[in-house]
């Protein structure tokens, strides 16, 4: 699909309030108000916001832990504020505030992802399987890090999904890092990619910091799969900005990044190139990019509001969830 | 002696037996040049090397498949995994293998292999970061499941553990891992794996608790002593697995009353263990019915609810008060 105007802008609009969210989440954990951790998605709202794009709001995601997926469900079409209330751990957020960062967002297709990479594979599978089943042409976005790559569920989900032409974009968010541990250390090649040949499956790496060049891999990949041609993979290769978890120390193995390491990484910052590009193609103007940041930070301070507002859960509702009444 | 957190209590263990014999290898996710993200093997690459210190990818059953493989070769691995709640990723391995090679290779093999790592609640994170299911591994015969109190007592279980001739699963409380400091002496100190000790004397009732409880028992012993002139006595398992239910009998025998504190889910926990023990060896003995304190039937919730769900001194003293009622 060509995209319009108006849809170069909401990309671009739906980067600046991913990051503006990153941004408020960090405030809330120092803040003590965000509970657990909190694991920052700057430097790749881009790949975030430009896969979602390319779905439906019944395709399947699993959005990858980076900024807890907030940035593929925006790019779906939700808000941050049942988000930032459930990391508040109140009663209003996507699931009463009782999952945290391992909360399920199912109007848009997100059934809940957990804290266990590599579970996604196999689930995905399921998804894929399921979808296929039902014959409703939906697909399923499937994300994992480059970390993720080395778990063994991964080779019995790829294997399957491509043996049975499954509905299924493996997307891999290859930021080079899996927490402390740089991928050269894991991993005996460059490209994640290049796993796809061995399942018989398209395998292309992307700049996950250009979005056009993610929205085109994904839809290219998501049209295959709904049209019933089955898996593909992409892997887009990003940046990490901030350290794997909030508080934990940004180290690469011993050594800490440094400041002019992360400033190098942020010259290909998805968000600004972005804007630099729509503005040279006249597609925005300054004026209509400090309209976009003011109503992106009006919606901060609403959504903010609305999780200190809201109360925390009854204790007793856990009781009632563990089984069907 | 030097006083020291847990977490270098086991660092010097690691160290120490790393020193005294070659065939210990230490392996896991960032253990190596990082530490560890809680920083329990911190330096030991910098002293024995990449050899015998590997960093591995995130790939559970593939650090804990390799470490069964070494053991039983010979070797003498020590593996960690991050987070307990990532340990189910590597349950295939121990149950299947670990558990079960000594009786299946008709005691010719057995599988002397440490898995370290962090459990149980009390530091803001939330599922597998935060929960405490000990029964998993207590519940397979073959495994060894060990959860110290302390730091000395962590130190000298952990080098007990890698003496050990078989495969043990050793629970490290995160909330204890900086939360107090402990003499330590330099000199080798090992415990039994299997015995559980008399952590204060009393005669008026028996504390039966392990791991992180052991801090609110202890605080509900001296409450109790305080306020209602209570003797408890505490008893602190330090292996879950095989149960040694000796000292916890004859204490029972002795006081007649028992409170049995977990943090794991109540149901089917170890505490159904040690209260089915007193009815069979203590039960004429019994004045009342054996209290049980534990978490609740649920997944640990997040840090908002898990205060309501962790065990505390008050939870406890409220059931010793109600087994010394009558
Ligand atoms: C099964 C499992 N093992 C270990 C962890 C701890 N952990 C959480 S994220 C992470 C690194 C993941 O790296 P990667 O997949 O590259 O994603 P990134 O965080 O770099 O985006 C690790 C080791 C976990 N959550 N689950």
Redesign the pocket.
């Known amino acids: 699909m060509k995209l319009e105007k108006d849809d170069l802008i909401l990309l671009y609009r739906n980067m600046v309030r991913t990051r503006k969210l990153d941004e408020l989440t960090i405030k809330g954990l120092q803040e003590g108000k965000v509970l657990s951790f909190y ?1 920052s998605g700057q430097g ?1 709202e881009g790949l975030a916001v430009g896969s979602a794009a390319c779905l439906r709001k019944d395709d399947y995601l699993w959005g ?3 900024g807890h997926g907030i940035g593929y469900l925006i790019g779906k079409g939700l808000d941050g504020k049942a988000f930032l209330a459930e990391h508040y751990g109140k009663v209003t957020g996507s699931c009463l505030g009782i999952s945290g960062f391992h909360f399920a967002e199912p109007e848009y297709g997100a059934l809940g992802a957990a ?5 996604q594979f196999p689930i995905s599978l399921g998804w894929g399987l399921a979808a296929k089943k039902t014959g409703k042409q939906q697909v399923v976005l499937a994300c ?6 080395n ?1 063994g569920t991964l080779h019995e989900a790829f294997n399957l999904a491509a043996v049975w032409k499954l509905p299924i974009v493996w997307l891999c ?3 080079g ?3 402390y541990t740089p ?1 050269k250390d894991t991993y005996p090649k460059d490209d994640i990619a290049d796993l796809a040949g061995g399942y018989n499956m398209p395998g292309v790496v992307v700049d996950g910091m250009d979005i056009m060049a993610v929205y085109e891999a994904v839809e290219a990949a998501v049209d295959r799969a709904r049209a019933g041609g089955g898996p593909s993979l992409i892997e887009a290769k990003t940046a ?1 900005y901030r350290s ?1 978890s909030e508080g934990s120390p940004d180290v690469s193995h011993t050594v800490t990044r440094s400041e002019a390491e992360i400033a190098e990484l942020k010259k290909r910052d998805p968000i600004e190139t972005f804007k630099i590009k729509l503005l040279k193609q006249g597609v925005l103007t300054e004026e209509m990019v400090d309209q976009i940041n003011k109503e992106a930070d009006e919606e901060i301070i609403e959504t903010e509001k609305f999780s200190l507002d809201s109360p925390p859960p009854e204790p007793s509702i856990l009781n009632k969830l563990i089984y069907a009444e | 002696m030097a006083k020291m957190t847990m977490v270098q209590a086991l660092n010097l263990a690691l160290k120490q037996e790393m020193a005294k014999d070659d065939s210990v290898i230490v392996l896991g ?2 253990v190596g040049v990082d530490g560890g993200v809680f920083r329990v093997t911190d330096g030991l690459i910098n002293q024995f090397g990449q050899d015998r210190v590997l960093d591995t990818p ?1 790939a ?1 059953s593939g650090i804990v498949g390799m470490s069964i493989g070494m053991a039983v070769y010979g070797l003498k691995p020590v593996c960690e995994i ?2 307990s709640g ?1 340990s189910y ?1 590597n349950f295939h391995q121990i149950e299947n293998h670990a558990a079960r090679l000594r009786l299946r290779s008709r005691g010719r093999y057995n599988v002397p292999m440490v898995l370290r790592t962090p459990y149980g609640g009390g530091v803001r994170a939330l599922e ?1 970061h935060s929960e405490s299911r000990e029964t998993f591994w207590a519940h397979m015969p073959g495994i060894k499941m060990v959860i110290p109190s302390g730091p000395r007592n962590a130190r000298a279980l952990l080098v007990s553990a890698i003496r050990d001739p078989d495969p043990v699963i050793f629970y490290e409380s995160k909330a204890l891992y900086r939360a107090f400091r402990e003499e330590v002496p330099e000199e080798e100190e090992t415990m039994p794996i299997g015995k559980p000790r008399i952590a204060q004397e009393g005669k008026d009732l028996t504390l039966i608790s392990y791991g992180a409880m052991m801090r609110p028992t202890l605080e509900a012993a001296a409450g109790l002593k305080e306020k209602d002139g209570v003797e408890a006595e505490v008893i602190d398992l330090l292996t879950v697995s095989p149960l040694d239910d000796e000292i916890f009998v004859q204490s029972v025998l002795k006081t007649g009353r028992a409170v049995v504190i977990h943090e794991a889910p109540r149901s089917f926990g170890p505490g159904a263990e040690i209260v089915s023990r007193l009815m069979e060896k203590a039960f004429y003995y019994l004045e009342v019915p054996i209290e049980r304190v534990t978490g609740y039937d649920i997944i640990i919730p997040l840090f908002s609810r898990e205060k309501a769900y962790l065990p505390n001194a008050q939870r406890i003293i409220r059931a010793a008060r109600k087994a010394l009622s009558n």
């Open positions: 694991h790749s990858h832990h980076r804290g266990t990479i590599g579970s994992f890090g480059d970390g993720g790559s778990r968010d290859n930021n890092m899996a927490q991928i990490r794997h | 996710e960032d995130l559970e991050q987070f990532f990723q597998h």
